[in-house]
């Protein structure tokens, strides 16, 4: 099979498409033919390794341990291991989406319990947009219970792979949503049903003037003494992530700190690790037959070109998300 594959750790360059051994699913493990695959941040953390700190936690010191680059996909079950045909409710010819290891390529094995049936209405190329970016959006916003109807909601990074899907669960939870991000993606941000938009190029939210219930934060690296300023006294701050070039802890020590301080302060300042399993999906779909969730998908690039769709990604900042469409 064909896949986008990388021996070292590097840039875009260190990746190449390759003619490689098509894998066979172990017990619990499906086997998709690949349709479509996302490209989140993750991609690019594990492609340059960078933060240190993520080779620690397992994915490989020296090299990726996990050659074939992607994290979610949407596709078709061909195979189906151990136990049987039509073990862990999927049968052959399902189409489904989900999280694995290696869907930059035509044929992935993923976990039975990471993956559920596509959401009939989409796309393959749009159900690939879902898995990490909607999954962490429910998580930040709905499961943590942070927001509730009535609430003032603050999004940073509204027009993001997370933030676009936060923005609409937080309007659907009857939240009144603020939405920050550029000058040329206010517009977008006010399609996905923010109430209002702060261009952060040309206004600060940090003055203390306008005060907000809920912060989810996805990006622009904000102190969480700054962000604090923009909350109301028992306020709750959900810090998702943020892209930072620091290159042993990236973003990681901020989200520490605040939840370190949050005992002694009014206000509740937590840090999202978010899971990846069948139930988000399930979720997901739920939200998206509901008319609740709709996939923003910039721009597609065939497996070819898996590497520029990622240096796209990394560098022009592109409104939702970006896809590697495989078949
Ligand atoms: N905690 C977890 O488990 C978890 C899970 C998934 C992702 N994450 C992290 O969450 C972060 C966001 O992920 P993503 O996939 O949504 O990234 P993304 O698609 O790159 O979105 C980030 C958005 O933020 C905007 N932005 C950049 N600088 C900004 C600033 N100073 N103020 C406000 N907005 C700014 C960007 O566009 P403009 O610059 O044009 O506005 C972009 O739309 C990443 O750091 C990722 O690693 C964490």
């Not at 003032?152 to 949503?177: H, N, R, T």
């Not at 603020?178 to 190029?201: C, F, N, Q």
């Amino acid at each position: 099979m064909r896949a986008i594959i990388q021996d070292e750790y590097g840039d875009v360059d260190a990746l190449r498409l390759a003619d490689i051994e098509t894998p066979t699913p172990g017990a619990g493990e499906v086997l998709i033919r690949v349709k479509a695959a996302g490209i989140d941040a993750g991609v690019w953390h594990l492609m340059t390794g960078l933060p240190y700190l993520a080779r620690v936690m397992g994915f490989g010191l020296r090299r990726p341990k996990t050659k074939i680059k992607g994290r979610e996909f949407a596709g078709v079950v061909e195979a189906i291991g151990a136990p049987g045909k039509r073990a862990h409710g999927f049968t052959v010819g399902d189409e489904v989406y989900g999280y694995c290891e290696g869907s930059f390529a035509e044929f992935v094995c993923a976990r039975a319990d990471r993956i559920a049936p596509k959401p009939a209405s989409l796309s393959f190329e749009q159900a690939a947009a879902l898995p990490i970016s909607a999954g962490t959006a429910v998580q930040a916003v709905r499961d943590s219970g942070a927001v509730k109807a009535g609430q003032s909601v603050l999004v940073i990074g509204a027009a993001g792979g997370v933030g676009a899907f936060a923005v609409q669960i937080a309007k659907e939870l009857g939240a009144s949503v603020t939405g920050v991000t550029s000058t040329g993606k206010l517009e977008l941000v006010r399609s996905l049903g923010a109430d209002h938009v702060i261009d952060y190029t040309r206004e600060s939210f940090t003055t203390g003037i306008r005060l907000f219930d809920v912060i989810i934060d996805t990006a622009g690296h904000r102190s969480v003494a700054e962000l604090r300023k923009a909350l109301t006294p028992h306020g709750t701050l959900v810090i998702v992530g943020s892209e930072v070039d620091a290159p042993v802890f990236g973003g990681m020590g901020r989200p520490i700190g605040a939840s370190l301080k949050s005992p002694f302060v009014g206000q509740n300042l937590r840090m999202l690790a978010a899971g990846e399993n069948a139930g988000l999906l399930h979720s997901i779909t739920e939200l998206v037959d509901a008319g609740t969730l709709a996939p923003v998908v910039e721009s597609r690039y065939p497996l070819a070109e898996a590497p520029a769709a990622i240096r796209h990604w990394r560098d022009d900042h592109p409104a939702g998300k970006v896809v590697v469409t495989v078949a």
